[in-house]
């Protein structure tokens, strides 16, 4: 069984850089798409990136463009999520997802991740 757990979370100031980990166990994530979506209270669950199993491919909600970037390293079975000039908007529980399909494109991304990870609080002040 697929496991993922994430890490990095925490309370910044707005402004601030914050980096999250997500580390897969129980199998190889190498031929799986990643990606993370984050959840404010009270709001939609919204994907914020998205990478593809090589790495090649990249998505960003237009809300995460220019400010968070998304890397995974397959070796290490890992995904990150480095999130920059962060906003209290930003503030949401963040999860980290795997799927089975290996791409992002537009069809992906409507639905992407058939596992997710327990999340991770991130709470960016003013």
């Known amino acids: 069984q697929l496991r993922l757990v994430e890490s990095g979370g925490g309370l910044v100031q707005a402004g601030d850089s914050l980096s999250l980990s997500c580390v897969a166990s129980?199998?190889?994530?190498?031929?799986?798409?990643m990606g993370w979506y984050r959840q404010a209270p009270g709001a939609k669950r919204e994907l914020v990136a998205g990478?593809?199993?090589?790495?090649?491919?990249?998505y960003y909600a237009d809300s995460a463009k220019g400010r968070f970037t998304i890397s995974r390293d397959n070796a290490k079975n890992a995904v990150w999520l480095q999130m920059s000039s962060l906003r209290p908007d930003d503030t949401a529980i963040y999860y980290c997802?795997?799927?089975?399909?290996?791409?992002?494109?537009?069809?992906?991304?409507?639905?992407?991740?058939?596992?997710w990870g327990q999340g991770t609080q991130v709470t960016v002040s003013s």
């Open positions: 997802v795997a799927d089975l399909r290996s791409e992002i494109t537009p069809e992906t991304t409507r639905n992407l991740g058939d596992y």
């Open positions: 129980g199998r190889t994530v190498s031929l799986y798409a």
């Open positions: 990478i593809s199993a090589s790495g090649d491919n990249t």
